[in-house]
């Protein structure tokens, strides 16, 4: 059974699994209002799913159209947008916010203040520190193909994302790959690669210790 705080806002369809916990004046399962310029698709979303054990917490917002899977945390005061897969056990920290058409894979902690942009990729294990910040769109808005082009960055399994690094639309973190905090990402990072600075480089790759 639910527990569901007075204060919360619960709209109708939401389908809560089993022991999940909604905290005080969150928000679950609300369609988006867009601009008439926003670049999301317009379309009446299905009821927000969120699974088993599942925690969202004081102040959150869910859109519907989005899945959460078995004990999912979204922090105090985070967002999730519409039409978002989070697998099991992923944590959204305080504060972060996950665009629309998000994907992110099981036991990827999202942390406090990040921004996960649109049609971004993020498997399994990931982890990306406070105040990351990510972007789809290197025209930011000027012409009309950005349309076909615009794609968030895909990370792949374990890679690890430092404190306030940003990275730009489209590129690929490989596997166990190592963003140091602060780095400007311009291009792919190789897999079990160490970067930092601006614009990023490689110093090494990462400890055989580390990895997962």
Do not use: W
């Not at 990351?132 to 990370?155: C, F, L, Y």
């Amino acid at each position: 059974m639910a527990q569901i705080a007075d204060t919360a806002v619960v709209y109708a369809g939401v389908e809560l699994g089993e022991d999940v916990v909604i905290g005080d004046y969150a928000v679950v399962g609300k369609q988006p209002v867009l601009g008439p310029r926003s670049t999301a698709a317009r379309e009446e979303l299905p009821p927000l799913f969120v699974g088993d054990g599942a925690r969202i917490l004081a102040g959150a917002i869910v859109f519907a159209g989005s899945r959460l899977g078995e004990g999912v945390i979204v922090g105090d005061q985070a967002c999730v947008r519409e039409r978002c897969e989070l697998a099991e056990e992923v944590v959204i920290g305080r504060g972060a916010f996950v665009e629309n058409d998000v994907v992110v894979g099981a036991r990827t902690k999202i942390q406090a203040n990040a921004y996960v942009t649109a049609y971004s990729l993020l498997e399994e294990d990931v982890f990306v520190a406070p105040c990351v910040v990510t972007t789809n769109d290197n025209s930011m808005g000027r012409t009309e193909e950005r349309h076909a082009q615009r794609k968030g960055p895909t990370i792949r399994r374990g890679a690890r994302i430092g404190g306030g690094a940003a990275l730009l639309p489209g590129i690929e973190i490989g596997e166990e790959a190592f963003v140091g905090a602060g780095a400007v990402v311009l291009a792919d990072v190789p897999a079990r690669a160490v970067v930092v600075g601006n614009p990023a480089r490689q110093i090494r790759e990462v400890r055989p210790e580390e990895l997962i």
